[in-house]
């Protein structure tokens, strides 16, 4: 080839691309098979880190001293409208019914239907040593102001249920990237053996996204959420089906060997490995759960507390999931999310029409309960050690959809966090005078999950896991923790 | 005139490229001339005339940065930058070994004032201040605002430079102070900021200090007892002052043996660090039924958070429990337990946090627990003792946070 005599190079035969080409395959296939073994390595590496030593059992310590050793997470789906809630707009009220256009620069909305501007149906008052307002729509919660930190200035990147879920749940508007449930029990591991570290309370609403909101993602598959229904029944199976004692025992230890064995032959893969973990406690949770949705144990006073004797059945059904929140914390679980009751007639609180009627109905339920919790950790000394997150996915417009409703509003949104670590009574962040935009202090869904890890004594960029030949976070290049509303 | 700025201002960027040469070319010389090597010596002539060129544009930069500023740091800095490259360019022709020996010295004395002058004369050896334990026994103007002046100050407004005719050094001497609190809370890129010249600006408590102490009218000797604060400005003195750290990041102990951690594992004891490569730890008892609860003494220098509701403790226990003189935080509600059995726990001289709720404590024992010298918070729920007496001894423990009712 390298002494050619005409310009036209003679084609090259199929041995000579053989010739040519031999070292390249090899050379492939070899970094193929260091490239698995690297990040094989890299992976079980992240178990047996220093820092995670044995015989401190399966919890890691975290990176600094914690403030909250668990997290429950009150997920308002669908977006509340913070001008009607946490974030008071008198001008509102005295531009009631005028076009908006005039007014400021309106943003596509996500159905186009803007109409005139809406005053907030409820009236606002100052309660507590705080004098934090709050709206009509909250009057239990209300009384709870001086245990809550209020960010009034939180900012979404997607005006759109789906993608919002995600980017709120895994720090990433797409789907599959694993929960922040997730993340939490990577980094701290579960406290109790016979519970799963990561707890979905299913009101009755799935968010949209669906379950891929609770997921592992690339984290090992032991880490993913675990759904529990309200009710007798809260998970499938959980009484066991045979009756003679013994034939389980003898059948669970048969699979075990059998997926060991398997397990073996393919190189101890991670699925397998989960598998068998997940057959282990489901089986150690034939025994915890029944005793842990079994609430013979709590007083006639408490039951009152969270609503469990209210007339409105989804008042009832939430307060179950906040009674059943505290028993979780008190059993040591990491995190739990719970998601909405299933209000008849109503998509959850996206309040498209009928916004009064819609809020109205969906703040009854979730009020009473909520606030029940509160009270009931901080009198047990629970609250000092258990954050509470209340928050939807975005928030809503100061102007009308239609006549009578609100569209998605991304751009400002309300949330509350309360007990282990935050200071109580403080309002952050600020909003513009319709509540439309954040004027000041914009927080970002990164930096209320870098603020999250943060109360749990984890550094949020040193909470990594290498995946697909970098290294993810839960933040990924994001987040600033939001050290003012810190006690 | 403004290409000029720039470049003047980009002096502390390309400053970094001699200095990252001549060190090289340093090293490479000294190993050449130890043990004569080709690779070496190919290659030197070529990294001196890179630290050379590189330094005139340093200097030049530098030149045009510090044309409006003075100070004694500046002068020598410039100085010895000038001689370094005087050096440098002389090495180029006459390669002797004093000439290497000078750049040497002068490399090391010019980057070395360069920093302080960037980061502060104090940035290595921080000026340990007298060490405040409470808030109010501090004085505003000796404690506070003259550390702050001195770390980011005075380097220029002192006698003898006094940039802008000011001397921040003695208290009579200041004069318009509002003016400082304007000058440093501009934009970074505004003229008139200060620190000028791209030196470590002022922190964010820092800068809240001094423009509280000139909101109060810049007393001289004031303590902060004196002076009216909101919670806001005390949490900025407390972290100034370092207040506000938890006490167990101060607690010091040497770690738990791993052999004495997995016994306990083993009778169904939860051992947790508190966080990583702390020996302190926290310990949790899961199980339902009643923890040996003798074992803990093992680790008791490093047993800090005791968790152990609803563990069928009884008074003896307690007495067991009273034995773990180091513990920070004790939850021992839902237990049968009495004031007999709380009374063995006035040895727990770092208790902040009792939890005691759902438990038969009443008058004696509670009496007993508040007079813990650390004692912060106790948590009373659901107990004998009824809520007008608590009420009134809330009143009188006001340090002590009672918490004994659900509030509506």
């Known amino acids: 080839m390298g002494n050619q005599k005409h310009l036209i190079y003679h084609p090259v035969t199929r041995r000579e691309m053989l010739q040519m080409c031999k070292c390249g395959f090899g050379s492939l296939a070899l970094t193929g098979l260091f490239g698995q073994l690297l990040s094989s390595c890299s992976q079980s590496s992240v178990f047996e880190d220093s820092t995670r030593k044995k015989g401190f059992s399966s919890t890691f310590p975290p990176h600094f001293l914690p403030k909250a050793k668990n997290i429950i997470f009150l997920y308002m789906d669908g977006g509340v409208s913070q001008v009607d809630s946490f974030d008071p707009k008198p001008r509102l009220e005295k531009e009631h019914g005028e076009d908006p256009f005039r007014k400021f620069k309106v943003d596509d909305t996500q159905f186009g239907e803007v109409g005139k501007i809406l005053k907030s149906p409820w009236k606002f008052k100052q309660h507590g040593a705080s004098g934090m307002p709050v709206s009509e729509l909250f009057p239990h919660i209300a009384t709870c102001v001086d245990d809550l930190a209020l960010i009034r200035s939180m900012v979404s990147n997607f005006p759109e249920h789906t993608n919002a879920n995600y980017f709120l749940h895994t720090g990433s508007g797409l789907q599959g990237r694993p929960s922040m449930g997730a993340w939490i029990n990577y980094g701290l591991g579960s406290e109790n053996s016979n519970l799963p570290g990561y707890v979905v309370l299913d009101g009755g609403l799935v968010p949209p996204g669906g379950l891929d909101n609770f997921k592992n993602g690339f984290l090992p598959a032991t880490f993913q959420a675990s759904l ?240 697909g030949g970098r290294d993810f976070r839960l933040t990924d290049v994001h987040g600033n923790v939001v050290s003012d509303i810190l006690a | 005139m403004e290409l000029l700025d720039l470049v003047g201002k980009s002096h502390l960027l390309w400053v970094h490229l001699p200095v990252g040469f001549i060190f090289l070319a340093l090293v490479l010389s000294v190993l050449n001339w130890k043990k004569p090597n080709l690779a070496y010596a190919n290659l030197l002539p070529l990294i001196w005339l890179l630290a050379s060129i590189s330094a005139v544009f340093a200097v030049f930069s530098g030149y045009l940065l510090s044309k409006n500023q003075g100070g004694d740091l500046l002068f020598f800095h410039q100085y010895a930058g000038i001689f370094l490259t005087l050096g440098l360019l002389t090495y180029l022709k006459f390669k002797r070994l004093f000439l290497l020996i000078m750049i040497g010295f002068l490399f090391i004395i010019t980057i070395h004032l360069g920093a302080s002058l960037t980061h502060g004369t104090d940035y290595l050896f921080p000026e340990k201040s007298k060490v405040i334990t409470h808030l109010e026994e501090a004085e505003l103007y000796n404690d506070a605002v003259a550390p702050i002046l001195k770390s980011k100050c ?109 016994k306990l594992q083993n009778a169904g004891f939860k051992v947790e660090q508190i966080y990583q490569n702390s020996p302190l730890l926290e310990v949790k008892y899961l199980m339902k039924k009643k923890p040996p609860v003798k074992l803990l003494f093992e680790i008791k220098d490093q047993l800090v958070w005791l968790q152990l509701p609803n563990s069928f403790l009884n008074d003896e226990d307690l007495i067991e429990i009273g034995k773990l003189t180091e513990l920070f935080k004790l939850n021992i509600s839902h237990n049968k337990i009495t004031d007999n059995g709380l009374l063995a726990l006035g040895s727990l001289k770092n208790l902040r946090t009792l939890n005691v709720y759902g438990t038969g404590i009443n008058k004696k024992g509670l009496t007993a627990c508040l007079s813990l010298p650390m004692i912060k918070k106790v948590y009373l729920w659901d107990t004998n003792l009824d809520s007008t007496y608590l009420a009134d001894l809330k009143k009188k423990y006001t340090k002590v946070d009672l918490i004994y009712k659900i509030d509506n």
């Open chain 1, 228 to 467: 529990l229904k309200a009710g007798e029944m809260p998970i499938a199976n959980i009484n066991p089906l045979d009756t003679i004692k013994g034939i389980q025992e003898d059948k669970l230890a048969f699979l075990k060997d059998r997926d060991y064995l398997l397990g073996d032959n393919l190189g101890g893969a991670d699925e397998i490995e989960a598998a068998i973990s997940n057959y282990e406690l489901a089986y150690n949770m034939q025994s915890s759960v029944p005793e842990l949705t079994e609430f013979k144990s709590e007083s006639e006073a408490t039951k009152e507390l969270y609503g469990l004797n209210s007339p409105d059945v989804n008042t009832r059904n939430y307060a179950a999931q906040c009674l059943l929140a505290r028993r979780l914390v008190e059993r040591g679980v990491r995190f739990i999310e719970l998601t909405c009751p299933a209000v008849s007639g109503l998509d959850r609180w996206d309040q498209h029409s009928n916004l009064k009627m819609g809020h109205e109905l969906n703040a009854h339920a979730v009020d009473q309960p909520i606030a029940g919790l509160l009270k009931d950790l901080k009198v047990r000394g629970l609250l000092d050690e258990t954050l509470v997150v209340w928050t939807g996915e975005f928030g809503r417009t100061p102007f009308a959809q239609g006549t009578d409703g609100r569209d998605h509003n991304p751009s400002a949104f309300s949330m509350w966090m309360a007990g282990g670590g935050v200071k109580g009574g403080t309002i952050y962040g600020q909003t513009d005078e319709y509540g439309y935009r954040v004027e000041e202090n914009p927080v970002t869904i990164h930096d209320l999950h870098a603020t999250m890890l943060h109360l749990l004594g984890m550094d949020h960029k040193q909470l990594t896991f290498r995946f």
């Open chain 2, 154 to 262: 005075i380097s220029c407004h002192k006698p003898g430079k006094m940039k802008g005719e000011l001397d921040l050094t003695n208290y009579d001497k200041m004069k318009d102070k509002e003016e400082i609190i304007r000058r440093i809370n501009l934009p970074k890129n505004h003229k008139e900021f200060m620190p000028a010249n791209g030196k470590a600006p002022l922190s964010k408590d820092q800068t809240a200090i001094l423009a509280y102490w000139v909101e109060v009218g810049a007393p001289e000797n004031k303590r902060l007892a004196q002076l009216k604060m909101d919670a806001r400005t005390i949490s900025v003195f407390e972290s100034f002052f370092k207040l506000n750290q938890d006490p167990l990041l101060s607690f010091k102990a040497v770690p738990a043996s791993e052999n004495k951690i997995q």
